[in-house]
């Protein structure tokens, strides 16, 4: 059996996303869809928002497991036994930090592979953070993202009204 690890932070989980992981579920025998704890970049969702939104959206997906998790990605690969790394690829830049990526967990664990899948083109837009900054100025996000992260990202848009909190403020960094 195969089991291929699908990290990500998730902030939130969006087409694209699932795009990969469906696909992804064509060539291996298990997906496990690991949402990311502790990055190293401020976050919109919190980690149990998170999975339970990535949960919702792979319910129906018997070869799709959900966990979430920190520390090295290899690390958290040999735990659970996974022998792949599965990462998409939107645009060229994606390229050169996924490449950077692969090489420096295949220097950390030799016997894990990276399969980096290319995305749809109707979603090579998409990111978490284009997500987030539509979400955040109101924009329609429905066709982006599934109805329960739709909701889950108003939910926190108001909520961060409400309680004063300063409005969202996109990351330079990649996701």
């Known amino acids: 059996m195969i089991r291929a690890l699908f990290p990500a932070t998730f902030d939130p989980i969006h087409n694209g996303h699932i795009d990969i992981a469906e696909r992804a579920v064509k060539l291996f025998d298990e997906i496990v869809v690991a949402v990311y704890e502790m990055p190293q970049k401020s976050l919109l969702l919190s980690t149990e928002t998170r999975f339970e939104l990535v949960k919702e959206t792979f ?13 090295l990605t290899v690390d ?15 645009v060229l830049s994606d390229f050169e930090y996924e490449f950077r990526m ?6 950390l664990a030799p016997d894990i592979e990276t399969v980096s899948l290319i995305t749809s083109k109707e979603h090579s837009f998409l990111s978490s953070t284009t997500v987030r900054e539509v979400a955040s100025l ?3 996000v429905g066709g982006m993202v599934p109805a329960n992260v739709k909701k889950a990202l108003a939910a926190r848009f108001a909520e961060m009204k409400t309680n004063g ?8 960094l990649r996701d």
């Open 59 to 71: 319910k129906k997906e018997p070869k799709i497991k959900v966990t979430t998790y920190h520390g």
């Open 76 to 90: 958290y690969c040999h735990e659970i036994k996974a022998q792949v790394i599965v990462r998409g690829l939107r």
């Open 138 to 140: 109101g924009g329609d």
């Open 165 to 172: 909190e300063a409005g969202y403020v996109a990351s330079p």
């Open 102 to 107: 692969a090489l420096a967990n295949r220097q």
